[in-house]
Antibody, heavy 122, light 105 residues
Framework: QLQLQESGSGLVKPSQTLSLTCAVS??????????WSWIRQPPGKGLEWIGY???????SYNPSLESRVTMSVDKSKNQFSLKLTSVTAADTAVYYCARRLEYAFSAAFDIWGQGTMVTVSS | IQMTQSPSSLSASVGDSVTITCRSS??????LNWYQQKPGKAPKFLIH???RLQGGVPSRFSGSGSGTDFTLTISSLQPDDFATYYC????????FGPGTKVHIK
């Protein structure tokens, strides 16, 4: 059974870089038909898609965050990562990693990690 | 593509049938998914392609719609169904609706 587990710094200073990793277990990150995503949720608010990456390294980012986001994949460790630069308090959120499954007529986030809270504060 | 949901919250009793509406700012065909989220938990995937139930999701959940207007219906609401529901379009770069909270009357 596929499981995703986020890890990384829970406290980041303003203007610094947020770094998170999502470990994938129960399946290969190179499996066809999937991409690997980051989604965040500020406290008490809704969900915001950050981006996704394929095992090939091809990426798609939210245009509102694209200038600050970098995703990467490490197939040898079966994990993928997120870096978000120049963070501000507005980046404080629970960050989820999720698998994006591509269907014939849709693409959905079918498996989610438990989420990790990241606070931006000095 | 902007997504809106109505109502933002609703009160219902166990056994009630509830309907949540999701609208997109432009046509998204049937590229619409639904998720359920409980407090402190990750969202759970319910429906893709507007009406296709994910495996293991109870049949009291159903989705419909195409173009710009979509609905999620929960027939005979169960205690486990009190949660927040989000729609999400996958026609272009993914965006979520603001959510609809279903709470106990």
């Amino acid at each position: 059974q596929l499981q995703l587990q986020e890890s990384g710094s829970g406290l980041v200073k303003p203007s610094q870089t947020l770094s998170l990793t999502c470990a994938v277990s129960g399946d290969s990150i190179s499996s066809a038909g999937y991409s690997w995503s980051w989604i965040r949720q500020p406290p008490g608010k809704g969900l915001e898609w950050i981006g996704y990456i394929y095992h090939s390294g091809s990426t798609s980012y939210n245009p509102s965050l694209e200038s600050r986001v970098t995703m990467s994949v490490d197939k040898s460790k079966n994990q993928f990562s997120l870096k978000l630069t120049s963070v501000t308090a507005a980046d404080t959120a629970v960050y989820y990693c999720a698998r994006r499954l591509e269907y014939a007529f849709s693409a959905a986030f079918d498996i989610w990690g438990q989420g990790t809270m990241v606070t931006v504060s000095s | 593509i902007q997504m809106t949901q109505s109502p933002s919250s609703l009160s219902a009793s166990v056994g009630d049938s509830v309907t949540i509406t999701c609208r997109s700012s432009q046509s998204i065909s049937r590229f619409l998914n639904w998720y359920q989220q409980k407090p402190g938990k990750a969202p759970k995937f319910l429906i893709h392609g507007a009406s296709r139930l994910q495996g293991g999701v109870p049949s009291r959940f159903s989705g419909s719609g195409s173009g710009t207007d979509f609905t999620l219906t929960i027939s005979s609401l169960q205690p486990d169904d009190f949660a927040t529901y989000y729609c999400q379009q996958s026609y272009s770069t993914p965006t979520f609706g603001p959510g609809t909270k279903v709470h106990i009357k």
